[in-house]
C-alpha cells in the first residue's frame, strides 16, 4: 500500500507516523475521532461529520487545531493522494504532548499545562459495499457498561472494542448493548427494529452516539417512503420479538440482523423494509 498517514501536518510512511509516549490521548484517551467515508472518491456527508467533531471538542474542551477552510483543504489535499476510491477517513485528534517537562512531571490527570495537539489522518478501503446485496449477519447481546457521555465520538473504546472482540468470537458482526432493559445502540452502529411496519430507534440522547447515517435514514430515506417511524425507548424484548432489525454505520450503510445470540430473526429472508432502505441508501452514495 502506497497510502500515506498525516501526522501534524506532514504526510509520513506508515512505519515513520510515530508519536510520543507523553501524548495524553495515548495516556489517558484524551482525545476524540471522527470517520468520513468517501465513496467514488467523493466524500458524503462531510458537513455533518465536520459538525459532530467540532461537538467532540467541544464536549472534552480541546481547542480545534485548524479552521473550518484548512481542514477541508487539509482533507482535500491528503485524499486525493490515495489510492482507493471507496475509503474511509479516520481523523484523530488529541490534546497532545505538554511542551514542558521542566518540573520533572510527566503524568497528571489534569490538563493544567500547554499542549500540542497530535493530529492524525489515515484511510482504510471500504471492501464489497456499496455495489454488493445487502449484507445479513449475526448479533450477540451485551450489558451496555460505557460511560454516560456516549454522544462524544472519544477514542476511549475500551468497551466498544472488547464488546466487538466478543461478537467476532461468536462470529457475529455486531454486540448490541442493553441499558436498564432498553436498546442503546451497537458497539459501532445504531440499532433499528421493525415491528407491525413501524420503525423505531431510540432518541438521541447521552447513551448514544448521533451517527450520521442513523440521521440521514430517518431524515432522508424513512421520510421519502413514508414509512411510520417512531424515536423512543425500546426494550430488549421489542428487539427479540421484532419482524426486523438493522444496524447502521458509515461503512457499511445498512446491515440487517438476521440472528440476535441464536435466535432467528424474521422468516429467514431480507426484511422489506431494511431491504428498501439499504437499497435507497445505496443509490443515495451512487
Ligand atoms: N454508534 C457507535 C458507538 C459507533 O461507533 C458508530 C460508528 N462510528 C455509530 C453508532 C454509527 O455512526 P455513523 O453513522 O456516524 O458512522
Same mark, same amino acid.
Given at each position: 500500500m502506497?497510502?500515506?498517514?498525516?501526522l501534524n501536518?506532514n504526510l509520513?510512511?506508515?512505519?515513520?507516523?510515530?508519536i *510520543?509516549?507523553?501524548?495524553?490521548?495515548?495516556?489517558f484517551?484524551?482525545?476524540?475521532y471522527?470517520?468520513?467515508?468517501f465513496?467514488?472518491g467523493k =466524500?458524503?456527508?462531510?458537513?455533518?461529520?465536520y459538525?459532530?467533531?467540532?461537538?467532540?471538542?467541544d464536549?472534552?474542551?480541546?481547542?480545534n487545531?485548524?479552521s473550518?477552510?484548512e481542514? !477541508?483543504?487539509k482533507?482535500?489535499? +491528503?485524499t486525493?493522494?490515495?489510492?482507493?476510491?471507496? +475509503? #474511509?477517513?479516520?481523523i484523530q485528534?488529541?490534546r497532545?504532548v505538554?511542551?514542558?517537562? #521542566?518540573?520533572?512531571? +510527566?503524568r497528571?490527570? &489534569?490538563?493544567?499545562k500547554?499542549y500540542t495537539?497530535?493530529?492524525?489522518?489515515?484511510t482504510s478501503?471500504?471492501k464489497g459495499?456499496?455495489?454488493?446485496? =445487502?449484507k445479513?449477519e449475526k448479533?450477540i447481546i451485551?450489558d451496555?457498561k460505557?460511560?454516560? /457521555?456516549c454522544?462524544i465520538?472519544?477514542i476511549?473504546l475500551i468497551?466498544?472494542a472488547?464488546?466487538?472482540t466478543l &461478537?467476532s468470537r461468536?462470529e457475529?458482526?455486531?454486540a448490541?448493548? $442493553?441499558?436498564n432493559?432498553n %436498546?442503546?445502540?451497537?458497539c *459501532?452502529?445504531?440499532v +433499528?427494529i $421493525?415491528?407491525d411496519? $413501524? %420503525?423505531k430507534?431510540?432518541p438521541?440522547t447521552?447513551?448514544i452516539?448521533?451517527?450520521i447515517?442513523?440521521s440521514?435514514?430517518i431524515? /432522508?430515506i424513512?421520510k421519502?417512503?413514508n414509512y411510520k417511524?417512531?424515536?423512543e425507548?425500546f #426494550?430488549l424484548?421489542?428487539? !427479540?420479538s &421484532?419482524?426486523?432489525?438493522f444496524?447502521t454505520?458509515s461503512?457499511q450503510g445498512?446491515?440487517e440482523?438476521?440472528k440476535?445470540d441464536d435466535?432467528e430473526?424474521g422468516?429467514?429472508?431480507f426484511?422489506?423494509?431494511?431491504?428498501?432502505i439499504?437499497?435507497?441508501?445505496v443509490?443515495? $452514495?451512487?
Amino acid at each position: 500500500m502506497s497510502n500515506k498517514i498525516f501526522l501534524n501536518d506532514n504526510l509520513v510512511d506508515i512505519e515513520e507516523a510515530k508519536i *510520543s509516549v507523553f501524548d495524553r490521548g495515548y495516556l489517558f484517551s484524551d482525545g476524540i475521532y471522527e470517520l468520513i467515508p468517501f465513496f467514488k472518491g467523493k =466524500p458524503f456527508l462531510l458537513e455533518d461529520h465536520y459538525k459532530r467533531l467540532e461537538r467532540s471538542l467541544d464536549m472534552v474542551d480541546i481547542s480545534n487545531p485548524y479552521s473550518k477552510a484548512e481542514w !477541508k483543504d487539509k482533507i482535500d489535499r +491528503f485524499t486525493k493522494e490515495n489510492d482507493y476510491k471507496n +475509503f #474511509s477517513l479516520y481523523i484523530q485528534i488529541t490534546r497532545g504532548v505538554p511542551s514542558d517537562f #521542566s518540573d520533572g512531571i +510527566f503524568r497528571e490527570h &489534569a490538563a493544567t499545562k500547554k499542549y500540542t495537539s497530535s493530529v492524525t489522518m489515515f484511510t482504510s478501503e471500504i471492501k464489497g459495499f456499496p455495489s454488493f446485496a =445487502p449484507k445479513r449477519e449475526k448479533a450477540i447481546i451485551l450489558d451496555d457498561k460505557r460511560w454516560l /457521555q456516549c454522544d462524544i465520538k472519544s477514542i476511549s473504546l475500551i468497551y466498544n472494542a472488547y464488546a466487538k472482540t466478543l &461478537a467476532s468470537r461468536s462470529e457475529a458482526y455486531e454486540a448490541i448493548l $442493553v441499558r436498564n432493559n432498553n %436498546i442503546t445502540e451497537g458497539c *459501532s452502529s445504531n440499532v +433499528f427494529i $421493525v415491528k407491525d411496519n $413501524v %420503525i423505531k430507534t431510540c432518541p438521541k440522547t447521552n447513551l448514544i452516539l448521533p451517527g450520521i447515517t442513523r440521521s440521514f435514514i430517518i431524515n /432522508q430515506i424513512i421520510k421519502k417512503n413514508n414509512y411510520k417511524f417512531k424515536e423512543e425507548n425500546f #426494550s430488549l424484548n421489542e428487539l !427479540k420479538s &421484532a419482524d426486523e432489525i438493522f444496524v447502521t454505520n458509515s461503512t457499511q450503510g445498512v446491515i440487517e440482523i438476521n440472528k440476535l445470540d441464536d435466535k432467528e430473526i424474521g422468516n429467514g429472508e431480507f426484511g422489506p423494509i431494511s431491504k428498501k432502505i439499504y437499497e435507497n441508501f445505496v443509490e443515495s $452514495v451512487n
